[in-house]
């Protein structure tokens, strides 16, 4: 009996095994070279099919199996309205975190794994001091296109980080004639393994904590209010997946994030040009969304050596679905509700 009970246990991890190899090997898109990547991004991203099992299957490689160190790279990439029409590489980020900018628009820091590059990525846009901030724990190389005079000076002035200017690097950093400017500043595979790959970051990752959501109310809907249609985002949690459509000024992301972590970070200041100050040290308000459901929490962070700290409101750690997480800062909180309703 004990002899079959283990041939049987034996076999199911067999079939398990090559249940995922076989998924992996479906979710590796195919080659396609960067002038094509380059014309797609030229008609736009949203004649794409969307919610599809392709869809689902290209997101399981961003599941982490339990923490692990990996080398990572972070990118500044554009959510100006004209420009998200043009956003490539953003499914397989396995963090974007989205910070308002000038105009109270919003713009995203996206971190990838160097072991699953996106053919392309942009558009490529400009620093801000925040950006470079949120990254100190790990000093990910930044990829960015010019920035703030503070951001510039941030950069340069902190040991270790590697801070990749693209406006210095116009063979590395394409130009897509066929995309108005500014917003057509793009880099491919290529030329981000090349320009990492000499100073990687080892990063234990992911900095949050993973596990089973025990608590929460029903959320299926979230509201974003930016007072302003061309920005205001709405995320709808989709069963199929077990992630949430974006949807931000009308415009549906290729993304489906298992998590949507929203943190109160009030502006203190806005400069004579406009710019924002976000300081990121200090704690507040902050709400986690995951399978359909919402948890109340708190943020903290007292030195730039260290990321956020995330805890539920009995004071033990949030816990984080596996697979993708969207991370928003708004100034106040506000700005943010939810329902147990389905907006779409």
């Known amino acids: 009996?004990?002899?079959?009970?283990?041939?049987?246990?034996?076999?199911?991890?067999?079939?398990?095994?090559?249940?995922?190899?076989?998924?992996?090997?479906?979710?590796?898109?195919?080659?396609?070279?960067?002038?094509?990547?380059?014309?797609?991004?030229?008609?736009?991203?949203?004649?794409?099919?969307?919610?599809?099992?392709?869809?689902?299957?290209?997101?399981?490689?961003?599941?982490?199996?339990?923490?692990?160190?990996?080398?990572?790279?972070?990118?500044?990439?554009?959510?100006?309205?004209?420009?998200r029409r043009y956003q490539q590489g953003l499914p397989k980020a396995l963090l974007i975190q989205e910070y308002p900018v000038e105009g109270f628009i919003t713009r995203f820091l996206a971190t990838f794994a160097v072991d699953d590059v996106p053919e392309l990525l942009g558009p490529v846009r400009s620093l801000r001091p925040y950006f470079v901030e949120t990254v100190l724990p790990w000093k990910t190389p930044l990829l960015f296109a010019g920035g703030s005079p503070e951001a510039l000076e941030r950069a340069g002035n902190v040991e270790g980080l590697t801070a990749i200017n693209g406006l210095r690097y116009p063979k590395e950093f394409?130009?897509?004639?066929?995309?108005?400017?500014?917003?057509?500043?793009?880099?491919?595979?290529?030329?981000?393994?090349?320009?990492?790959?000499?100073?990687?970051?080892?990063?234990?990752?992911?900095?949050?904590?993973?596990?089973?959501?025990?608590?929460?109310?029903?959320?299926?809907?979230?509201?974003?209010?930016?007072?302003?249609?061309?920005?205001?985002?709405?995320?709808?949690?989709?069963?199929?997946?077990?992630?949430?459509?974006?949807?931000?000024?009308?415009?549906?992301?290729?993304?489906?994030?298992?998590?949507?972590?929203?943190?109160?970070?009030?502006?203190t200041s806005i400069s004579e040009y406009g710019r924002l100050w976000i300081p990121l040290i200090g704690q507040g308000r902050a709400v986690l969304f995951r399978e359909g459901r919402v948890i109340q929490a708190t943020w903290k962070r007292q030195n730039f050596d260290a990321w956020f700290t995330l805890e539920q409101e009995s004071g033990s750690p949030l816990l984080f679905a596996r697979g993708q997480t969207w991370m928003t800062v708004v100034p106040a909180m506000d700005r943010v509700k939810w329902s147990e309703k389905r907006e779409r």
Not at 26 to 32: A, E, F, N, T
Not at 211 to 232: E, F, K, Q, T
Request: hydrophobic letters at 40%; a neutral charge.
């Open 174 to 267: 394409m130009r897509d004639d066929g995309i108005p400017a500014p917003h057509n500043l793009f880099v491919d595979e290529k030329a981000v393994l090349f320009l990492v790959n000499e100073h990687p970051a080892h990063v234990e990752w992911p900095p949050y904590t993973l596990g089973a959501a025990l608590r929460g109310s029903g959320a299926l809907s979230i509201m974003i209010d930016y007072s302003n249609p061309a920005h205001n985002t709405v995320y709808t949690f989709d069963y199929f997946s077990q992630g949430y459509i974006r949807d931000n000024g009308g415009m549906t992301s290729d993304t489906r994030p298992r998590n949507v972590l929203i943190m109160e970070i009030p502006v």
């Open 1 to 83: 009996m004990r002899s079959r009970f283990l041939s049987g246990f034996v076999l199911a991890v067999i079939c398990f095994v090559g249940t995922a190899f076989v998924i992996y090997a479906l979710s590796v898109p195919r080659p396609q070279n960067i002038q094509g990547a380059k014309q797609e991004s030229t008609r736009g991203r949203n004649s794409r099919e969307r919610g599809g099992i392709s869809d689902v299957l290209s997101r399981l490689r961003l599941l982490p199996f339990g923490s692990r160190e990996r080398d990572l790279f972070s990118v500044i990439i554009e959510n100006h309205e004209d420009a």
